[in-house]
Every structure is written in structure tokens, then in C-alpha cells.
DNA sequence: CCGGCAAAGTTGTCTGACAACTCTGCACAG
DNA sequence: CTGTGCAGAGTTGTCAGACAACTTTGCCGG
């Protein structure tokens, strides 16, 4: 391997191998190569191959059978999967449709009392928040704000941020984002909302609050994200209760 | 290493780890032992190691770091994290509550469609159901369902199942549950869930529909799962979007 | 006081070997 | 012909040692 990337060797590996799956390659229930196999096409060694291997059988895609062989899981595609998948616009584009935004509006707002908790600051903290409806081929179904400290994006770079995405944004200042706690909760449309999202006053919601952090921990965005009951199908991943006999 | 378990090595090693964490003996942001250090006092290759300590940075936990060492993180503890639990008994006990159960009713039933669709079986084709309200601290938190295949474990058999809880049972048989897949909606009380959760008709529910399957992809188990809004924090931990920076 | 550099310490990857386990197919007894 | 047992080949799991890549520390010279 002579070709460097930022990311480590086996992250790269277990890309291309879930591509391999993913692409129908690799069909459900299909067995790899053996490993060493495999490492040789990959010109990789056994070692970092089976560092990748571990990676997607943590993921639930692979299934390693000692003295037989690694096999593909044919667990339920989940495009929508909440636990790896932070983008709203993943999310819609995942689906098929075609991701757009409209009622953008950023400004300087003071931080509401659960988002300030969120960051640890006072109350009323001033912060830059980024308000949009977020539309799968122009159709309404993600109302979402997200909030950030100023010092780190104004709202203006927020609105039009760097690279595309907040994400990348905030990559960009040092604050890659590594992951993120959301909580769930059902609610009911009240008239703003109702609006926006043109959705009847008074329909099923789902709300998720979330908060991002870096690897040591700092909070570093905050966003509350309000679906229509049908707009998605939210789903996760869940592991089993231990391998325990 | 002459002690044998079922589980593999690198999974010993990271419960091993893991518990040190959750101890507070490493506290976060506490950096480890070097690798070669650790391994040889826990008796295991430093390979071995490696492997325990990448399935713990997969979960959030450590964060090793290029030439410099391997860290604690302090993510917030989620005692409640959708994808790491799968029991209702385990949810309300990780709230300090205790749990039980009442309206207990166990019979053979017609499949609904969603459920039969779940099991690649026909609609209507009998199967063994379980209905139970869970409380907490002998309140309703829970109204959940759980559909199995009758020749799997009949009615009376859910009801009361060897080692205490369904998925020993299942695992008894042969079944060990590996993954589930939750899908998340809000809903309204019906009179019915009105009255058996005792909250207004009504008031505002989620609803989590969820199979689970065993390693190799056979659906064991079915569950509708109802929680009135507030009876408990649904909190998943996403992970980042990539390690590209 | 500051900048640069070398050295020590740490994680990332490679190589080769053997142990533990699974599966196939054949020989052999019934 | 059939079923059983066993040996062998093939595969994953673990071990050991080495070097590369990177970070941090601290010294030295300006």
C-alpha cells in the first residue's frame, strides 16, 4: 500500500469491501475469499484485512465462522439507519429523491434553555442558529435547526457553509464532527409548524434532538430535527443481548 | 491462554477493558497503558489486543491515537441507547425503577400483515403471541407484543420461559437473537392502549416495531413495543459521518 | 526567550507461523 | 447399498517479533 489517505488502512479496507456487498457483488449469504486470499488481490496483509473484516462484523454485514469462512449477512438493507447516519440530506437522497432546502434563515439568537444545556452554557448564551425546511423532490419533510457556537461559524457561514455542508464546515475548523446522541419523542403540529411542513395543525410528528461532538468530547453542533409521522421510515440497528450461550 | 469460553478472545478482552471504563478505574480522558504494557499483563498477544480495543472504539469508548496513546472518552453515558439494548426489562432497570408485568396473555393467533410480512409467512397463518403491560415501580411504561413461530415456542412456553426472559428461551433452542431492527412512528392512544397504559385516549405514543434475527438471518422474534411520550428518553448514538476530514 | 532538532515512546502495519475448528470425501463395516 | 468414522485439506483465531509512521518531550544553540 503506497497510496495514502488520512483515514487508516483498514477503514479504507472495509470500504471496499462494503462496496463489494453493498454493489451486489458479494450477494446475501455468498462466502468470501479466504483471507489470505483475499489480502493477496488486495495487496494487503492478512492482519489489516482481518481488521476490516471485524469492523463490518461489528457492523452486522459480515459473518466469520471460524474453520469455514466469512459469509455476507443478509440482514434488511437499512438506507435509513439512524445510528450511522447523521446527514438529513443522506437521508433523503437515500430514498431516491432529490434533497433541497427552502425557508433558510440564519441569524444570532439566543440559546434556548435545553440547547444551552446541551453546550453547557448559560442560558440565553447569544449563538448562531440555521433554520431551514429541508424537501425531498421540493415536497416538505424535515423541518430543522441547528445551532452552533458564533466564535466558530457566524450565521452567515452557516447559511452558505464551506464545502457544502455544516459538517464539512466545521471539519474544516478543527471540529470534525465524530458523533452524535439523538433523542426521540412524538409530538403534535402546532400552527407554525403545521406551516411549514404543510401538514395539517394537529398531525403526528416525530422530534429528534440531537447533539454532536468531536472525539474529546466538545458539543460542537446542536440540531432539532421535526419529521412528518410518514415522511420516513426511522430505523436502527440494534445489537443482540451479548453472545452470551 | 488456556481458559476457554465461547466467546472469542478479543471479546473477553474488551469486557475485560469495558468494565474498567465503567468502573471509573479508568476514568475519562485517562490514557491507557501502552499497548505492549497491557498485553503483557493481561496475558494476551498484543494482537489480540489490538483487535478488543478496535471493538471499543467502534462503540465509542477508547480513542486510540497515531503515536501518542490510546484514550478514555467521555461521551455522555446513555444507560437507554437504542442500539445497544434490546430488552424492555433492561430499559426500566437501567432507570432504577423495578420492573414487572401485569394483563399477562399468551395465545395462538392469526399473523397481522405487518408481522407476517416480518416472517416471510403468509397473513394469517397462526402464530404464538405474547401480550403483556410492563411497569415500572407498578406503573405502565410499556405495552408490548411479541410474536414467535409456534413451533418454536408455543403460547404457554412464552409465557413462562426457560431462563426467565423470550430471548433465553429462543437461545435455548437454537435461536440466539444476533441484531434486531427497530422502525420508529408516533401515534395517538387508542381507548384500548388508553386503558391498558392508563394515560388519556388520546395522548401522544411511540410505537416501535422491531424484528430480531440470528447471525445467519433467520427472523426469530416480532415485537410491537407502545410507550406513552415521556415514560422514558429514546436516545440512539450515531456515529460520525466518515473519518474523512 | 524561542525555534529547531533529536530521541524516546506510542500506535499502525507487515510477515510468518501454528492452533482450533469446519467441511468434504473416502474407506470400511454392517 | 447404506451409514459411520476418520483423515486430510481448507479456513479462521491467536501468537510473536519486527519495522514504519506519528506524537511528545526535552535539550541545545541562537
Chains 1, 2 share one sequence.
Not at 476490516?52 to 462484523?57: H, T
Request: proline share 8%; glycine share 8%.
Amino acid at each position: 500500500m503506497t497510496t495514502h489517505a488520512r483515514r487508516s488502512l483498514r477503514h479504507r479496507i472495509a470500504d471496499e469491501l462494503r462496496a463489494l456487498v453493498l454493489s451486489g457483488e458479494l450477494p446475501p449469504g455468498a462466502q468470501l475469499p479466504s483471507e489470505p486470499e483475499l489480502a493477496r488481490r488486495m495487496q494487503v496483509s492478512r492482519s489489516s484485512l482481518r481488521s476490516a473484516i471485524a469492523l463490518l462484523e461489528e457492523e452486522g454485514l459480515l459473518r466469520p465462522v471460524h474453520g469455514s469462512g466469512t459469509y455476507v449477512n443478509d440482514r434488511p438493507l437499512l438506507r435509513d439507519d439512524l445510528s450511522r447516519n447523521l446527514s438529513g440530506t443522506e437521508m433523503i437522497a437515500a430514498t431516491g429523491r432529490t434533497p433541497g432546502a427552502r425557508l433558510t434563515e440564519a441569524r444570532l439568537e439566543a440559546a434556548p434553555p435545553e440547547v444551552a444545556a446541551a453546550f453547557g452554557l448559560p442560558d440565553g448564551t447569544p449563538l448562531s442558529a440555521l433554520r431551514r425546511v429541508r424537501t425531498a423532490d421540493g415536497e416538505p419533510v424535515i423541518d430543522t435547526t441547528d445551532w452552533c457556537r458564533p466564535e466558530v461559524l457566524d450565521p452567515v457561514a452557516m447559511a452558505d457553509p464551506a464545502g457544502g455542508s455544516v459538517y464539512q464546515a466545521l471539519a474544516e475548523r478543527g471540529l470534525a464532527i465524530h458523533h452524535g446522541v439523538a433523542t426521540m419523542r412524538p409530538a403534535m403540529a402546532d400552527a407554525r409548524v403545521a406551516e411549514r411542513l404543510e401538514v395539517p395543525e394537529g398531525s403526528l410528528l416525530l422530534t429528534l434532538f440531537q447533539t454532536d461532538s468531536t472525539a474529546d468530547g466538545v458539543v460542537a453542533l446542536v440540531s432539532l430535527e421535526i419529521y412528518p409521522a410518514d415522511a420516513f421510515l426511522i430505523s436502527v440497528y440494534r445489537r443482540g443481548p451479548g453472545d452470551e450461550s
